[in-house]
């Protein structure tokens, strides 16, 4: 009976003696560390959803009505300017314009006969005047009926790509109907909106945003080989959204980019006095991101932040946390909403640093 009290007592004891060295171990082997957000001059790239225009796009409408007698051009087509694209059937203002044309050799030979009896004194130079002005407006007849013809010849204003063409051979086009459109794609524009206080830092930051040189991101999140570059901010803000609009040309040789496209337009951002933190500090729920902070009594409270930009490891902090905030930097995976923790203090500058060097 005594062999067996010594027995399980000495089990009791080596039970207490593994759960205390599980409980050492399991504290030794969490450990944390805690650094602060640090305030920074710099700059990110930010993308912005973009519009992507030709530098020349219009319509073609015929400025005559008539029945659609020739096509000359395909849709798809690269055509040149000046080249005949359509033609409306021309018969009736052909015989307008020869009928103008009869009408001005008439008034031609009116004012010959006026001016030689008027040298005569057969009729009086009012006379002779009046078969003058005759004579202008059948001119003016004759110009009026070339332009109508003319109008029945519908040619490309510049070179370009033609669009969808609705109408067939032999349709009844009215004044003004659309035939289709032409596209200038030799340099594309792709429109964009910035936030007012994104284009206060970029219009005044000058010398640290470097060049205008902005890159675009296609549909298929590959980027355009070709640089573009920051020409034209519009002169008024949207009162309802609050943003301007920016515009960046493209060069577009391999004609890839077409009217319409969309695309997404990376720009560099500066920004005086930024907050950052590094990316490993924050943890993500439901697209929304949050840190640990650490308060007086070293537990852990989760914030949750919003992002301004973004850079290689780093995040520029919009809201949700101050400089004066110690953060959680290592060890989230094992971090629980208001453990105490005992952890070390990591300068932000060398944090900072030491990220920038693993990303080069």
Same mark, same amino acid.
């Given at each position: 009976?005594?062999?067996?009290?010594v027995?399980?007592? *000495?089990?009791?004891? *080596?039970?207490?003696? /593994?759960?205390?060295?599980?409980?050492?171990?399991? !504290?030794?082997?969490?450990?944390?560390?805690?650094?602060?957000?640090?305030?920074?001059?710099?700059?990110?790239?930010?993308? $912005?959803v973009? &519009? #992507?225009?030709?530098?020349?796009?219009?319509?073609?409408?015929? &400025? !005559?009505?008539?029945?659609?007698?020739?096509?000359?051009v395909?849709?798809?087509?690269?055509v040149?300017?000046?080249?005949?694209?359509?033609?409306?059937?021309?018969?009736?203002?052909?015989?307008?314009?020869?009928?103008a044309?009869?009408?001005?050799?008439?008034?031609?030979?009116?004012?010959?006969?006026?001016?030689?009896?008027?040298?005569?004194?057969?009729?009086?130079? /009012? !006379?002779?005047?009046? =078969?003058?002005?005759?004579?202008?407006?059948?001119?003016?007849?004759?110009?009026?009926?070339?332009?109508?013809?003319?109008?029945?010849?519908?040619? =490309?204003?510049?070179?370009g790509?033609?669009?969808?063409?609705?109408?067939?051979?032999?349709?009844?086009i009215?004044?003004?109907?659309?035939?289709?459109?032409?596209?200038?794609?030799?340099?594309?524009?792709? +429109?964009?909106? @910035?936030?007012?206080?994104? +284009?206060?830092? $970029?219009?005044? %930051?000058?010398?640290d945003?470097?060049d205008?040189?902005?890159? *675009?991101?296609? =549909?298929?999140?590959?980027?355009?080989? +070709?640089?573009?570059?920051?020409?034209?901010?519009?002169?008024?803000f949207?009162?309802?959204?609050? %943003? #301007?609009?920016f515009?960046?040309?493209?060069?577009?040789?391999?004609?890839?980019?077409?009217?319409?496209?969309?695309?997404?337009? &990376?720009?560099?951002?500066?920004?005086?006095?930024?907050l950052?933190?590094?990316?490993?500090?924050?943890?993500?729920? &439901?697209?929304?991101? $949050?840190?640990?902070? @650490?308060?007086?009594?070293?537990?852990?409270?989760?914030?949750e932040?919003?992002?301004?930009g !973004?850079m290689?490891?780093?995040?520029?902090?919009?809201?949700?946390?101050?400089v004066?905030?110690?953060?959680?930097?290592?060890? #989230?995976?094992? =971090?629980?909403?208001?453990?105490?923790?005992?952890?070390?203090?990591?300068d932000?500058?060398?944090? #900072? /640093?030491?990220?920038?060097?693993? /990303?080069?």
């Amino acid at each position: 009976m005594k062999r067996k009290v010594v027995f399980a007592g *000495l089990i009791a004891l *080596l039970s207490l003696v /593994s759960c205390t060295t599980k409980k050492q171990e399991k !504290e030794e082997a969490v450990k944390f560390s805690v650094t602060k957000p640090l305030v920074i001059d710099t700059s990110f790239v930010k993308v $912005y959803v973009s &519009q #992507i225009r030709s530098v020349r796009n219009i319509e073609i409408r015929t &400025q !005559e009505k008539g029945f659609l007698q020739n096509i000359y051009v395909d849709e798809g087509q690269f055509v040149n300017a000046g080249q005949v694209l359509f033609r409306i059937m021309p018969k009736m203002y052909e015989a307008e314009l020869l009928k103008a044309q009869a009408e001005e050799k008439a008034a031609e030979i009116e004012l010959l006969n006026a001016k030689t009896l008027a040298d005569k004194n057969v009729v009086s130079k /009012s !006379e002779q005047a009046m =078969a003058q002005a005759k004579l202008q407006q059948a001119k003016a007849e004759v110009a009026i009926a070339s332009l109508h013809l003319s109008f029945t010849e519908i040619r =490309a204003p510049f070179s370009g790509t033609i669009d969808r063409i609705p109408k067939k051979l032999g349709s009844l086009i009215e004044e003004g109907e659309l035939l289709t459109s032409l596209s200038d794609n030799s340099k594309m524009y792709a +429109y964009f909106n @910035v936030s007012e206080p994104e +284009y206060l830092e $970029y219009q005044i %930051n000058v010398k640290d945003r470097g060049d205008a040189n902005v890159t *675009l991101l296609l =549909a298929n999140g590959q980027p355009l080989k +070709y640089k573009g570059k920051v020409e034209v901010i519009e002169s008024e803000f949207d009162s309802e959204t609050g %943003n #301007i609009a920016f515009r960046a040309s493209f060069p577009n040789p391999d004609k890839l980019l077409k009217n319409g496209e969309t695309g997404q337009v &990376q720009m560099k951002v500066p920004v005086k006095n930024a907050l950052v933190i590094p990316q490993k500090a924050t943890y993500e729920i &439901q697209d929304k991101k $949050y840190v640990f902070v @650490v308060d007086k009594n070293n537990k852990l409270k989760s914030k949750e932040i919003t992002i301004k930009g !973004e850079m290689s490891d780093l995040y520029v902090i919009n809201s949700g946390i101050t400089v004066d905030d110690k953060i959680l930097f290592e060890g #989230i995976q094992k =971090a629980n909403e208001n453990d105490k923790i005992k952890y070390d203090y990591l300068d932000p500058k060398k944090v #900072i /640093s030491s990220l920038k060097l693993k /990303s080069e």
